[in-house]
């Protein structure tokens, strides 16, 4: 069997077919695409704090301090994009503001849905991955850590005795 027959075959499947059918819809190909970049970011968090863990350039004292803020990271991103992603590719909010944004195309349906559609990729992706991967996410990760480093701080104060200042001098 020739490899274009081979090819032709899976991409006539009905695994395929099924799944080009899924494709027809906006929401689906949004969150996908949504999905998909999330992973990524996870996957890549997941390897800065495999290689900071393992990298001996860095001192022993800031190794950890270092992973846990790639780990925060990680997984503030997730939580936030995929929050973010999912509330702005929402049907309800995307038809408000494409009612808004393109009111010149209500006439013609083909020219509307497909602004609508590209709209809705974009401002998903534009609010999961700008605000909420570059602004969001660096402000949450930050406190977790922080929070992580000094949590035995106020114990840490008790414990320690008063210094005696000898006054009498």
């Known amino acids: 069997m020739k490899i274009p027959n081979i090819i032709s075959k ?6 395929m077919v099924k ?17 998909t970049s999330v992973t990524k970011d996870v996957f890549a968090y997941g390897l800065r704090v495999h290689n900071t863990l ?9 190794k950890q301090f270092s992973a846990d803020m790639d780990m925060a990271s990680g997984i503030t991103t997730a939580i936030v994009q995929i929050c973010a992603g999912f509330l702005v590719s929402n049907e309800k ?8 944004l393109f009111k010149s195309l209500k006439n013609d349906p083909r020219k509307f849905g497909a602004a ?24 949450i990760a930050t406190k ?15 414990k320690t005795p008063k210094q005696n200042i000898n006054t009498s001098a």
């Open 10 to 15: 899976a991409a006539n499947s009905n695994f």
């Open 19 to 35: 799944h080009i059918e899924k494709c027809n819809d906006p929401k689906f190909l949004t969150r996908t695409l949504l999905l």
């Open 54 to 62: 393992n990298n001996d350039s860095i001192p022993e004292d800031k």
């Open 93 to 100: 909010l995307q038809n408000g503001i494409s009612n808004k």
């Open 116 to 139: 609508k559609t590209s709209f809705s990729a974009i401002s998903t992706m534009v609010v999961a991955t700008l605000l909420a991967k570059r602004i969001l996410t660096p402000l």
């Open 144 to 158: 977790i850590v922080y929070r992580k480093e000094h949590k035995n701080d106020a114990d840490n104060s008790l």
